[in-house]
């Protein structure tokens, strides 16, 4: 059985994919990462917790969700032993905001209640916007300590994985939201440049692909993940 490594949002709880996790075939295992909560950690401390809780002895594919794509792709990148393909939700390999990078030295004093939760929800849900959203997101954001959400919007705005995506060589499929109002895109477009095998779907959805249409994204995760299944695992190069 091929387990599926979701890696989530900014939140880091993983709460708000349980809908999509759910409808993955049931032929796929899923395993959804918790990110510690009170622990300010950068990409590169991040990238350390995930990299243990990668499956050890069976096959699996790698999601990185929004925050989480230079995760998933520095991991893929060092072509780990039993990794299959990649899958890019919504995300980026380089800061996919380059003029907010000037914010970086003032993040550190930013109270992270300057975006009412109201607010946000509608950036990230657009017209597919609820009030049960944006009471989920709430909950999601209300485990996360704020010096910890200030630690990862730094960390976005000095990302830049792109030498590291050109060393993937797993299947990679790279899910864009047609209405996606934060991640745009030519973050999606700087992928397929520097990954020209990647397969790009475009889904009818919001930036909270994987939440809004869950049914749709599991559909492909799972196909996807089929079409490489009977492969050979990635070999370790030592």
Known sequence: MVTLVVLPGMDGTGELLAAFAAAVSPGIKVKVLRYPATEALDYAGLEAVARAALPVNEPYVLLGESFSGPIAIAL???????????????????????????????????????????????????????????????????????????????????????????????????LRAAHDAVVPFSAGQHVLEVRPGTTMLVLEAPHFLLQVVPAEAARAVSEFISSMASLPPTIAIK
Request: charged share 15%.
């Open 76 to 174: 893929a990148a060092s072509r780990p032993p039993q990794l299959l393909g990649l899958v890019l939700c919504c995300t980026f390999a380089r800061n996919p905001r380059p003029l907010m990078v000037v914010l970086r030295p003032w993040v550190g004093l930013l109270p992270m209640v300057v975006i009412p939760v109201g607010l946000l929800a509608r950036l990230l849900l657009g017209r597919f916007y609820t009030m049960a959203w944006r009471h989920a997101l709430s909950r999601a954001l209300g485990q996360v300590a704020r010096p910890v959400l200030r630690a990862r919007l730094r960390a976005v705005l000095s990302a830049d994985v792109s030498p590291q995506l050109a060393e993937v060589v797993v299947p990679t499929l790279y």
